[in-house]
């Protein structure tokens, strides 16, 4: 007796099913062309969905799942001098990239500004270089005491410098902070799992960012005699609630020593 062919189409594959192959007419295939054609389609609006209203650092940052706490604090402005008010008169940044957040300050009305770069800027461009010379931007390494007077200014604000020290550091670098500043001192820190460091920058950070939650900084932060800013907390949240600034990363917010 002759056996009845095998149908291609219905070959068993590992798991019991049947395979798809040759299941369908070969007129309902669409053409490799037009395929590759949808497909570049989709990557071009894709990529202009992301650059619409937004720099090119923050589609880099979207799309490599990087923290960027320089950003943060620049997109946070506005919503910082709504819940801080005149405490914006004066104002330090501490942390990496220091001249760009010092050069928006600046254009505020009515606040002045001043950062401290905690690693080198020998790449700094031609506006940096000249905030350097000014004063208003110097070179300091932040796990020793700050050249400044205590109470020097109103707000100090924080980004991409505390997740790099160990608790060794952090236990005189924060009260250093708190003690430069006569109303606040605010960390933008990166939520646990968040990357922030590219393995090219971890020669000049000397470690990676070590993302701490929630529940560690309210510990620390108690154990070193700081405390909460619970007006500012409150104000800042009442103003991203009603403005666009959307954090996406931790803010804190400190009294700072009396």
């Known amino acids: 007796m002759s056996r009845r062919p095998v149908n291609p189409a219905r070959r068993l594959v590992g798991n019991g099913g ?30 202009g969905y992301l650059y619409s209203g937004s720099g090119p650092k923050e589609v880099v940052s979207k799309i490599e799942g990087e923290f960027s706490g320089t950003l943060e604090v620049q997109r946070a402005i506005p919503t910082l001098k709504k819940a801080y008010g005149d405490s914006m008169r004066k104002v330090l940044h501490v942390g990496p990239e220091t001249c760009s957040v ?22 700094a461009d031609t506006s940096c270089k000249s905030l350097v010379l000014k004063g208003l931007v110097r070179v300091a390494d932040i796990k020793f005491p700050l050249p400044y007077r205590s109470k020097s200014f109103s707000l100090v604000i924080v980004s991409d410098a505390l997740d ?95």
């Open 164 to 258: 790099y020290l160990s608790p060794k550091y952090l236990n005189k670098t924060l009260p250093e902070l708190a003690r430069v500043a006569s109303d606040g001192v605010v960390i933008f820190t990166g939520y646990p799992g968040q990357q922030r460091a590219r393995v090219t920058d971890l020669s000049k950070f000397g470690r990676p960012a070590k993302m701490r939650s929630q529940s560690w900084w309210v510990r620390f932060v108690l154990q070193i005699g700081l405390e909460e800013n619970e007006a500012a907390t409150k104000k800042f949240e009442q103003a991203t609630a009603k403005g666009s600034y959307k954090p996406s990363c931790q803010v804190f917010h400190l009294k700072s020593f009396h």
């Open 102 to 123: 010092v050069s928006k300050l600046l254009k505020e009305e009515e606040t002045e500004a001043w950062g401290v770069e905690p690693y080198d800027i020998e790449d």
């Open 18 to 47: 049947f395979s798809l192959a040759g299941a369908f007419p070969a007129k309902t295939r669409s053409s490799p062309l037009l395929s590759l054609t949808l497909v570049l389609l989709g990557a071009f609006l894709f990529l």
